[in-house]
């Protein structure tokens, strides 16, 4: 097993969630964090419970993943100490809307892919070539369920998540030669601040999403993603698919009243 003792690790949407699982679980194992999101009051609070209860250096730092200028400012100005990127986990992501695609309102559209795939591509873009050069690293993306079935009324954070298994698997086959590991968690039915997001801030439909069953967590998840950055050194683990319980698919669930 790979220790992840000292190592560096990004992650990105840290401020909730499953990006938040993730600061906690490799802090937990001794990786020192960068930890980014937009909003930064949360990240500092999580910074500074990570290092009181861990002893890991954090940086915490306010970054719009859309923003390519910004992405790529943020690498080139790194810390010393945090420039040396070990692993990267695109995390940072979102659904807006959930609606018939005729009835959907665009805007989410463009948040939806901006997000999910152009930050996703920024931030893989910026931290790469220095993983090449150090001879090592490991981008584990957060894909879903929905990039691996399509399902109604989620046209385009489908096809969001569809094009980040896609990223994936090319830029796997582009760093074989480079001891670069690339990995997609996809997970089903997680209970974060996802469908709140979804739902314009809507709790009541929020919550009907995760009804009747015992949803995963965003611990759930931080432990896959933790599992796949500490296999042994000839270990790549592809991808990893995690439902909950009462999920089949994305679309087969069953509830209890
Ligand atoms: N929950 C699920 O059921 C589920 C299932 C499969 C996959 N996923 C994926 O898991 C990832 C994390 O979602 P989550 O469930 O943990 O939801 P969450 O609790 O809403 O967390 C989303 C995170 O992404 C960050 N983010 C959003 N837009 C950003 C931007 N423009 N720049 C920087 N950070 C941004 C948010 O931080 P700020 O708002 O502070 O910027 C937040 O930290 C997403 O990629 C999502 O698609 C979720």
Not at 23 to 49: M, P, Q, W
Request: with cysteine; glycine share 8%; net charge positive.
């Amino acid at each position: 097993m790979k220790s992840l003792k000292g190592k560096i690790v990004f992650i990105t949407g840290a401020s909730s969630g499953i990006g938040k699982s993730c600061a906690y679980a490799f802090g937990k194992e001794g990786a020192n964090l960068i930890i980014s999101a937009r909003r930064k009051n949360l990240i500092d609070e999580i910074a500074e419970d990570i290092r009181k209860k861990f002893g890991v250096k954090v940086h915490a730092y306010k970054l719009d993943i859309t923003k390519r200028e910004d992405v790529i400012n943020f690498v080139k100005t790194l810390p010393n100490e945090f420039k040396n990127i070990d692993i990267l986990i695109n995390n940072a992501g979102l659904a807006k809307g959930f609606n018939k695609f005729y009835e959907d309102n665009p805007d989410g559209w463009e948040e939806m892919i901006d997000t999910n795939v152009k930050g996703l591509l920024y931030a893989t873009h910026a931290i790469l070539p220095g993983m090449i050069e150090r001879k090592g690293g490991h981008i584990i993306n957060i894909g879903s369920i929905a990039g691996r079935e399509a399902y109604p009324k989620g046209a385009v954070y489908c096809a969001t998540k569809h094009a980040v298994d896609a990223i994936t698997r090319s830029v796997r086959m582009d760093t074989v030669d480079k001891n670069i590991l690339v990995s997609t968690i996809d997970a089903g039915l997680v209970e974060t601040n996802f469908s709140k997001i979804r739902f314009h801030g809507d709790e009541e439909k929020a919550k009907s999403i995760y009804k009747g069953l015992s949803p995963l967590t965003g611990d759930d998840i931080a432990d896959a993603v933790l599992y796949c950055a500490t296999r042994p050194p000839n270990v790549n683990i592809a991808e990893i698919t995690l439902l909950a319980a009462q999920q089949a698919s994305a679309t087969v669930v069953h509830r209890e009243n």
